[in-house]
């Protein structure tokens, strides 16, 4: 007997508040489980105040469990298959779902919300549950059982699940609003955007790019990496900066050595603008403290004072070998590593220096009229629009 779930019960995570960050919490991951459900046809997704039903009508259910597990804000999905009120037919749906899974611990845990049902609890249970010892090799434990099997006796049908499966945790994203991710095409960025999902920050994104010193083969890797994101988000623009007006300007009048120092103040300048226009409410990078030259703590003091908007830094004390496991997980590792020309390493000078100071920074910086140049990145920004599971988007920069 080969069946499929006909419903997912979603559970909530992380909700310690009540009232109205409650309803905002759930209203807010509704809308993003409708939208990761757009895709999927027929499903419809039903809300109530602790949980929330998508009701997959005939929709595969392997995939659409996938999905909803990218999904921040769940903490448990749960796959229910509906049968008649009839103790037979329920019987032999537990057993089939009970046979699919490797032999451990049972308990059958009955809610009779349909009080008319003729079985009572404690009879559903036991019927369930010999039933399932004589037929599959799994052993009762009503103490500590490994798999729980849940009927839940409706009004006009029955829900049996066997399956419990872990959500992705975390917040709906947006429920913290925007902020703007400066995402280059290495490992670090990409990382960081999942984890300021997980929070619940909707992003926008920002790269830097140079041509004709950079290629059209490093943005399209940059676009593959935002699709890649678009499992936390299932829309995030690109906006593409080009830089290089800009750098040719710093690699002109400033010295070799604060050459990446300036460059990083100018990425944060433009950023900050850009992300001000947009309303986002903070910048965020990939940055992690004393993996190089430009991110020791000097470095991140001066780079940080010309922000005016906070810049979270995700990745700040995470080692290197924790972000490629969590960059393996989210599917972005293989991308970050095919080679590249970043912006930052077509100028980088051979000693940059590791102690900037401010003063010098902006003593180095009155050698050029810097803000038109800052002003005109800003203005000139191209966005692209990345979707969830769409080929490539390149065309639409053009
Ligand atoms: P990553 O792997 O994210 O590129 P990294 O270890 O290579 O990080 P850097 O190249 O020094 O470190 O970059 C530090 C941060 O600056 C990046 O994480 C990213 O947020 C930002 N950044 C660097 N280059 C660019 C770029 N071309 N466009 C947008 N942001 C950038
Ligand atoms: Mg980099």
Redesign the pocket.
């Given at each position: 007997m080969d069946i499929k779930a006909d419903i997912c019960v979603i559970r909530f995570a992380e909700l310690s508040t009540k009232g109205k960050n409650k309803k905002d919490f759930v209203r807010l991951l509704r809308k993003n489980i409708n939208e990761a459900m757009r895709g999927f046809d027929g499903v419809k997704v039903v809300g109530s105040f602790d949980r929330i039903y998508v009701y997959l009508n005939g929709a595969d259910d392997k995939t659409v469990l996938a999905r909803l597990q990218q999904i921040f804000g769940i903490s448990t999905i749960s796959l229910a298959v509906k049968v008649e009120q009839d103790i037979e037919k329920m019987t032999e749906v537990a057993v089939a779902l009970m046979k699919r899974e490797t032999p451990t611990t049972f308990k059958v845990v009955t809610r009779r919300a349909d009080k008319t049902f003729p079985l009572v609890t404690d009879q559903i249970n036991r019927a369930l549950g010999m039933a399932i010892l004589d037929n599959t090799a799994h052993l009762v434990d009503v103490h500590n059982p490994k798999i729980k099997v849940l009927v839940e006796v409706r009004p006009a049908e029955v829900y049996i699940t066997v399956n419990t499966v872990q959500g992705a945790h975390g917040f709906p994203v947006g429920i913290q609003g925007k902020a703007m991710?400066?995402?280059?095409?290495?490992?670090?960025?990409p990382v960081?955007a999942y984890f300021s999902n997980k929070r619940g920050i909707e992003l926008e994104c920002?790269?830097?790019?140079s041509p004709p010193y950079t290629s059209i083969a490093a943005l399209n890797k940059v676009l593959d990496l935002a699709r890649k994101l678009t499992a936390g988000q299932s829309e995030i623009r690109v906006h593409v900066i080009n830089f290089t007006d800009l750098q040719l300007q710093i690699n002109h009048y400033i010295p070799e050595s604060y050459r990446i120092t300036i460059m990083?103040r100018m990425?944060i300048r433009i950023a900050d603008g850009l992300a001000k226009k947009r309303k986002c409410k903070a910048l965020i990078?990939?940055?992690?403290v004393g993996?190089?030259a430009?991110?020791t703590l000097d470095s991140i003091q001066v780079i940080s004072d010309v922000a005016v908007l906070p810049i979270l830094r995700p990745l700040v004390m995470f080692d290197k070998n924790d972000i490629i496991s969590v960059a393996e997980k989210i599917g972005t590792f293989d991308i970050?590593i095919r080679p590249f020309e970043?912006?930052?390493t077509v100028f980088t000078p051979i000693n940059p220096v590791t102690r900037p100071a401010i003063y010098k920074a902006e003593f180095y910086e009155k050698a050029f009229d810097y803000l038109p140049y800052v002003i005109e990145c800003i203005e000139k920004s191209e966005t692209i629009f990345v979707k969830y599971n769409e080929k490539r988007a390149e065309d639409a920069l053009f």
């Open positions: 991710l400066l995402l280059s095409g290495g490992i670090d960025s960081a920002v790269h830097f790019q990083r990425m990078t990939g940055e992690c993996q190089v430009s991110q970050s970043d912006c930052c």
